[in-house]
């Protein structure tokens, strides 16, 4: 993979987990997110360490033209949604959390277009004040959303389920479809959707799929599914990291010009 040496593309921060690898803790992020952003979006991918450090992301968020949520194994911790004590065996990550709960609101205020995926989506919902199903397969209430873990990577991200789009909202604009086949690798789910939050697609289950933060001066999505996988294999993933960098390279514009 080649990155054309650009000084103009957007940067857009894209936010890590923290793995322990060997016996030290790393700053981690997937390659398929930097492709996506490099190759869907036109931009320069800038990694965000789970600093937890509110200083460092105001500091951060003036000098970034987009922000990526990427997705994670790890479970957004229920005490920011007030919900149930988690299993002993739940995979968290307290340093992403605390880094991006704060990122987003930043992003918001300061008009960053922010794009959020799969763990990214349940991560903006809870920093706005929503909440979450902790184990979706246990409710009663909604098909399988998790990936067999027994099968290939290829299998694990196929096609799964479709989505119904809302009408009149931004992915109806972008996709101009009513009705889309998505992957569905989470365990995890939109519980109660936070009041600043535009549905923009639901699973045949009633499970919100996509949202929106109604009333945004810039980009501002968020989806449960994968669109970063093999991205280029799926018109509305293009579609998706298209907007997203357009909106970034708008962004980088607007503060080119005021310096
Ligand atoms: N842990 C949450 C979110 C699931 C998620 O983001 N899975 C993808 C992890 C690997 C990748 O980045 O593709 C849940 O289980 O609901």
Known sequence: MTVEPSHSRPLVGVVCDMEIIGPHPFHVAGHKYIHAVIEGSNCIPVLIPALANEQALEQLIKSLDGILLTGGYSMVHPSH????????DTKLDPNRDNTTLPLIKLAIENQVPIFGICRGFQEMNVALGGSLHQKLHETGEYIEHREDKNV??????DLAHPINI????????????SCIQVNSLHT????????????EATAEDGLIEAFSVSDAKAFALAVQWHPEWQFENNLY???LFAAFGQACLSRQQVKNHHG
């Open 237 to 239: 993933s293009r579609k």
């Open 152 to 157: 290939s990577l290829e299998q694990q991200y």
């Open 166 to 177: 809302a009408s009149g909202g931004v992915l109806q604009s972008l996709f101009a479809e």
């Open 188 to 199: 995890q789910g939109v519980q109660r959707l936070a009041p600043s939050l535009s549905i």
């Open 81 to 88: 949604y007030q919900g149930n004590t988690p299993d002993a």
